[in-house]
Antibody, heavy 120, light 107 residues
Framework: EVQLVQSGTEVKKPGESLKISCKASGYSFTNYWIAWVRQMPGKGLEWMGIIYPGDSATRDSPSFQGRVTISADKSLTTAYLQWSTLRASDTAIYYC?????????????WGQGTLVTVSS | DIQMTQSPSSLSASVGDRVTITCRASQSISSYLNWYQQKPGKAPKLLIYVASSLQSGVPSRFSGSGSGTNFTLTISSLQPEDFATYSCQQTSSPPHTFGQGTNLEIK
């Protein structure tokens, strides 16, 4: 069974750093792209970027470039999303999702989401 | 970036109704259009991929059509569990942008 299990709720202060995780199981981790998607409170879905764990190739959204880093550890079958300097505007739920056999087929499995709250 | 525009933003309908949601891309995306359903407090769920292919396990009352820049999601006969937010996403080229979502409410 394919599963993506994300790390738990985070409460941080502005200026702090953070790394959240997405643990994959039930499939060949290195052969499928993983996406990160932001959902701000009461808002729609925003695509942040994707990573191919097989070679760590990434495709980032210009809207998030320079603010977040997407990475993956093949040995741990885990993808990561990290910030070096959080802002209040980073408060959101962050989802990881696995694309199908090709990116064209959309994201067929999703993590449960990680709530990140940034507040002084 | 390719912009995705959904209409309507919200929709009220009754159980048994036929409902259509549209999604327009700012440039041609061939058939690289996916539809998701999201319920409050839950992760999105893939319904339709590459415009018209039904994801495994999704009821056949959901269907998708279109190519190029204009796409539709149709629910043939609304069921109580279908009241949710629906979002389109293009996967033609990164960034794989989403539409703003359509909130389907009970009339």
């Amino acid at each position: 069974e394919v599963q993506l299990v994300q790390s738990g709720t985070e409460v941080k202060k502005p200026g702090e750093s953070l790394k959240i995780s997405c643990k994959a199981s039930g499939y060949s981790f290195t052969n499928y792209w993983i996406a990160w998607v932001r959902q701000m409170p009461g808002k729609g879905l925003e695509w942040m970027g994707i990573i191919y764990p097989g070679d760590s190739a990434t495709r980032d959204s210009p809207s998030f470039q320079g603010r977040v880093t997407i990475s993956a550890d093949k040995s741990l079958t885990t993808a990561y999303l990290q910030w070096s300097t959080l802002r209040a505007s980073d408060t959101a739920i962050y989802y990881c999702a696995r694309y199908g056999e090709t990116t064209g087929k959309g994201a067929d499995y999703w993590g449960q989401g990680t709530l990140v709250t940034v507040s002084s | 970036d390719i912009q995705m525009t959904q209409s309507p933003s919200s929709l009220s309908a009754s159980v048994g109704d036929r409902v259509t949601i549209t999604c327009r891309a700012s440039q041609s995306i061939s058939s690289y259009l996916n539809w998701y359903q999201q319920k409050p407090g839950k992760a999105p769920k893939l319904l339709i991929y590459v415009a018209s292919s039904l994801q495994s396990g999704v009821p056949s009352r959901f269907s998708g059509s279109g190519s190029g820049t204009n796409f539709t999601l149709t629910i043939s006969s609304l069921q109580p569990e279908d009241f949710a937010t629906y979002s389109c996403q293009q996967t033609s080229s990164p960034p794989h942008t989403f539409g703003q979502g359509t909130n389907l409410e009970i009339k």
